[in-house]
């Protein structure tokens, strides 16, 4: 059982370029989340869905998109990367109804340059 | 909109000195749960303790305790006889029900976080 698992773990992009970070559970939830953590900015929402082909913004959600095309994964997109996307990304996922029990991934440290 | 505030940006108190991190949230909602989670150097988030709106207990855990106060919305988490390993970033987090029935689906809003130094 891997829990939630993130994929890349790091990447070091150039202003423009694309990339799509992964994350998937193994758990059977309905609910995932994706957080940015910017330094003494605690984590802020930027996307979530609450069940496959479902998705909604977070409070911050500018410049990314996502996807959940199965229920096991969670896609967050960066189309055209800026320096300021510069973070490290955490995903979540928790059962229906329990979405206050967020199980996290390792997350992803992001640098655009 | 609901916000969580951590006042205390960074700590630093010797070992084995007592230490409380404060905690005030807001919210409209009447049922809510408050988190505490640890982020130690290595980056990971773990998890500490979750309360829900309707449980004022406070509650104790090894060296760890946590003071629940409703009136004041506030929740305090007070480690006693600090350790090195305890030194890292503590976030103080808000669930909300929000607007699916069950609870919780909207995310978590969490506070800035505390970095926490315990030297020894």
């Known amino acids: 059982n891997a829990g939630v698992t993130q994929t890349p773990k790091f990447r070091v992009l150039k202003t423009g370029q694309s990339m799509t970070l992964l994350c998937a559970q193994d758990m059977n939830h309905e609910y995932m989340y994706w957080y940015r953590q910017d330094p003494g900015m605690g984590l802020r929402l930027i996307h979530y869905?609450?069940?496959?082909?479902?998705?909604a913004k977070g409070e911050v959600p500018d410049g990314y998109n996502v996807s959940r095309l199965k229920k096991q994964n969670f896609l967050l997109g960066l189309e055209s990367a800026a320096p300021s996307q510069t973070s490290v990304y955490f995903c979540?996922?928790?059962?229906?109804?329990?979405?206050?029990?967020?199980?996290f991934g390792p997350g992803t440290r992001l640098t655009v340059t | 909109a609901q916000k969580v505030t951590q006042a205390q940006t960074e700590i630093s108190v010797v070992e084995k000195e007592d230490v409380t991190l404060d905690c005030v949230y807001e919210?409209?909602?009447?049922?809510?749960?408050l988190f505490w989670y640890k982020q130690p150097p290595s980056g990971e988030l773990v998890f500490l303790i979750r309360r829900n709106s309707f449980d004022e207990q406070n509650e104790i855990s090894g060296r760890y305790s946590w003071n629940f106060q409703k009136s004041t919305s506030s929740f305090n988490f007070t480690i006693t006889a600090s350790q090195v390993v305890d030194s890292a970033v503590y976030f103080c987090a808000l669930s909300e029900r929000g607007m699916y029935s069950g609870g919780g689906a909207d995310g978590l809003t969490f506070g800035k976080g505390t970095h926490l130094i315990i030297q020894p």
């Open positions: 979540a996922s928790s059962y229906r109804d329990r979405g206050y029990e967020q199980y």
């Open positions: 919210t409209r909602d009447t049922t809510y749960y």
């Open positions: 869905s609450v069940g496959e082909g479902t998705t």
